[in-house]
């Protein structure tokens, strides 16, 4: 029953963060929502009996690529603030 | 965005969830027991896990070009650095001055260096008989190295580093060469004797997990910087 309930709760929140890094207009905002994401399937997996793919999700999907992206932000904020003097 | 567009992907989304439903519904007994074919085969494969069996053993060919793969991107995206010796320096010398530094990120980074290192190695070593190995291994080596850039740490530029190619290299040519020694024993391609197989899959791991390591960190530190000019 409460292991159910996780899940449910589980599904809810991947459904919720998806929604929110797609549809978010801060574009930092919606990368932290994608990193969320990511640990979510982790955590997904993990409740598949995946460990594996768990750790690798949590280590490449959400840690590296949360990085990429978090840099590739910071770029885009830093040439628009030069474009803008 | 536009209505149609939007029409048409809710149209796809039920689609597939119709048809995912469907699968679910009517799923079918395959003609064939991998679990069961998997499960015989482990006392053969020299490792007791049976994920790591497939990647490295029953499969290793598939992750033999995976790596060759992730090899060749690593390398593109490496030739699209400025190959100048000055302008790596340079890259590193504003990435060291725009990164946030405070006591505690310092601190931090420096508490977290040994225990990643550890976790790396501990993830590679468990791979053989427990959920690990040397991508997930190789990525906690990555972070590392992603953390201590964005921290603002000075570690080796990554263009003009002998050592990187080196290591950058080693996983593929390691990999290769393991895989074509059975070869001149007049065995088939990757087929090792049951009784080196363990070794040889864990001294593989090893040396990808440095590789792996340092090509999804070169992925990152190849990232085009501030004030480079050609962006």
Redesign the interface.
Request: hydrophobic share 60%; charged share 15%; aromatic share 6%.
């Given at each position: 029953m409460l292991t159910l309930l996780f899940d449910l709760l589980l599904g809810l929140g991947l459904v919720v963060a998806a929604l929110g890094a797609l549809w978010s207009r801060d574009l930092f905002r919606a990368v932290v929502l994608f990193i969320v994401f990511g640990l979510l399937v982790a955590l997904a997996w993990i409740r598949l009996q995946a460990?594996?793919v768990?750790?690798?999700e949590a280590?490449?999907g959400a840690?590296?690529t949360g990085?990429?992206l978090l840099?590739?932000v910071g770029?885009l904020r830093?040439?628009s603030r030069?474009e803008d003097e | 965005m536009n209505r149609a567009r939007v029409l048409a992907s809710v149209a796809l989304s039920v689609g597939l969830a119709v048809m995912l439903g469907g699968a679910v519904l009517t799923r079918t007994v395959p003609p064939f027991d991998l679990a069961g074919d998997l499960a015989e085969g482990i006392p053969r494969s020299g490792v007791t896990h049976p994920i790591t069996a497939v990647l490295l053993q029953f499969r290793s060919y598939d992750t033999l070009l995976e790596i060759a793969v992730l090899l060749v991107a690593v390398v593109v995206a490496l030739a699209l650095r400025d190959p100048r010796p000055a302008a790596a320096a340079a890259h590193d010398e504003v990435r060291a001055n725009t990164a946030i530094t405070t006591p505690v990120l310092a601190s931090l980074t420096s508490l977290l260096l040994p225990l990643m290192i550890m976790t790396a190695v501990y993830l590679l070593w468990a791979g053989a008989f427990q959920p690990g190995g040397a991508f997930q291994a190789g990525a906690v080596l990555a972070a590392l190295g992603v953390l201590w850039r964005v921290a603002g740490r000075r570690i080796a530029s990554f263009a003009a580093n002998r050592w990187q190619h080196v290591g950058l290299l080693a996983g593929f040519t390691g990999f290769l060469a393991a895989a074509t020694a059975p070869l001149l024993f007049g065995r088939p391609l990757l087929a090792w004797p049951s009784s080196y197989a363990g070794a040889i899959i864990v001294a593989i791991e090893a040396v990808l997990t440095v590789s792996i390591g340092i090509s999804l960190l070169g992925l990152f530190a190849s990232a085009p910087e501030p004030g480079d000019e050609r962006v």
């Amino acid at each position: 029953m409460l292991t159910l309930l996780f899940d449910l709760l589980l599904g809810l929140g991947l459904v919720v963060a998806a929604l929110g890094a797609l549809w978010s207009r801060d574009l930092f905002r919606a990368v932290v929502l994608f990193i969320v994401f990511g640990l979510l399937v982790a955590l997904a997996w993990i409740r598949l009996q995946a460990p594996d793919v768990a750790l690798a999700e949590a280590a490449i999907g959400a840690g590296l690529t949360g990085a990429l992206l978090l840099d590739a932000v910071g770029h885009l904020r830093r040439t628009s603030r030069t474009e803008d003097e | 965005m536009n209505r149609a567009r939007v029409l048409a992907s809710v149209a796809l989304s039920v689609g597939l969830a119709v048809m995912l439903g469907g699968a679910v519904l009517t799923r079918t007994v395959p003609p064939f027991d991998l679990a069961g074919d998997l499960a015989e085969g482990i006392p053969r494969s020299g490792v007791t896990h049976p994920i790591t069996a497939v990647l490295l053993q029953f499969r290793s060919y598939d992750t033999l070009l995976e790596i060759a793969v992730l090899l060749v991107a690593v390398v593109v995206a490496l030739a699209l650095r400025d190959p100048r010796p000055a302008a790596a320096a340079a890259h590193d010398e504003v990435r060291a001055n725009t990164a946030i530094t405070t006591p505690v990120l310092a601190s931090l980074t420096s508490l977290l260096l040994p225990l990643m290192i550890m976790t790396a190695v501990y993830l590679l070593w468990a791979g053989a008989f427990q959920p690990g190995g040397a991508f997930q291994a190789g990525a906690v080596l990555a972070a590392l190295g992603v953390l201590w850039r964005v921290a603002g740490r000075r570690i080796a530029s990554f263009a003009a580093n002998r050592w990187q190619h080196v290591g950058l290299l080693a996983g593929f040519t390691g990999f290769l060469a393991a895989a074509t020694a059975p070869l001149l024993f007049g065995r088939p391609l990757l087929a090792w004797p049951s009784s080196y197989a363990g070794a040889i899959i864990v001294a593989i791991e090893a040396v990808l997990t440095v590789s792996i390591g340092i090509s999804l960190l070169g992925l990152f530190a190849s990232a085009p910087e501030p004030g480079d000019e050609r962006v």
